[in-house]
């Protein structure tokens, strides 16, 4: 099945505490980005990666690192967290950059940080 | 700077009625168009889209979205809503390289 997985799905942590989100894709897709979603706010772009070892700062990239060393994976590193990063984070995956190609969303990883 | 405004946070509806959510946007090239829906718990699933061609288009679950240059419109309707539809709504246009989302609108409808 074609999907866009991360994990973990639910987060707690404390202030400073080094973490990482993973997010894995199974359809040879070139372009990744992670996105935060706040009330009120939609979704914003953090970074996004459009092929192997190419990455770039979305519009919200403060406070979070990333790294695409394979095609399918595109972890999210928080390398001291704080609690305005507390948010619902969502990996999506597209067969390309830019908005022609429909983007598929994983199902989201809920991160508490206090 | 691409921008996308959703006109309402929150719409409450009672199962049949007509639905109608607005969604401007402002982005000087040309535009390709999307509404995304996020049901409760889950993430988020492509309703429809607009490359080029028809500006009427029609997505999944008996939504459609109309494309007004003119206006700088995708407002995405149903005409009658049932109780399943119940979930957020974002409306999203691309830009070079990402999609910039509305804030999104939530729906909820009364059984």
């Known amino acids: 099945e074609a999907q866009v997985t991360q994990n973990p799905r639910y987060l707690i942590t404390v202030t400073g505490k080094k973490l990482t989100v993973t997010c894995s894709q199974n359809?040879?897709?070139?372009?990744m980005s992670w996105y935060r979603q706040d009330p009120g706010l939609g979704l914003r772009q953090i970074y996004y990666?459009?092929?192997?070892?190419?990455?770039d700062k979305g519009d919200v990239p403060e406070g979070y690192k990333v790294s695409r060393k394979e095609k399918r994976n595109f972890p999210l590193i928080l390398e001291s967290p704080s609690p305005n990063q507390t948010s619902l984070y969502f990996c999506?995956?597209?067969?390309?950059?830019?908005?022609?190609?429909?983007?598929?969303f994983g199902p989201g990883t809920r991160l508490t940080v206090t | 700077a691409q921008s996308v405004s959703q006109h309402n946070h929150h719409v409450i509806l009672s199962e049949a009625a007509s639905l109608e959510l607005g969604c401007n946007y402002s982005?000087?090239?040309?535009?390709?168009l999307f509404w995304y829906v996020q049901y409760p718990g889950q993430h988020l699933q492509l309703l429809l889209k607009?490359?080029?061609?028809?500006?009427l288009v029609k997505g999944i679950k008996g939504f459609e979205a109309e494309f007004i240059k003119s206006k700088f419109s995708f407002n995405l309707r149903k005409p009658s809503v049932q109780w399943s539809d119940t979930a957020e709504y974002f409306c999203?246009?691309?830009?070079?390289?990402?999609?910039?989302f509305g804030a999104g609108t939530i729906l909820r409808v009364k059984s």
């Open positions: 990666s459009m092929n192997v070892e190419v990455t």
């Open positions: 999203a246009v691309n830009a070079v390289s990402k999609l910039v």
């Open positions: 999506a995956s597209s067969l390309g950059s830019g908005g022609a190609y429909e983007q598929y």
């Open positions: 982005y000087g090239g040309t535009v390709n």
């Open positions: 607009y490359f080029s061609g028809d500006p």
């Open positions: 359809m040879n897709h070139e372009y």
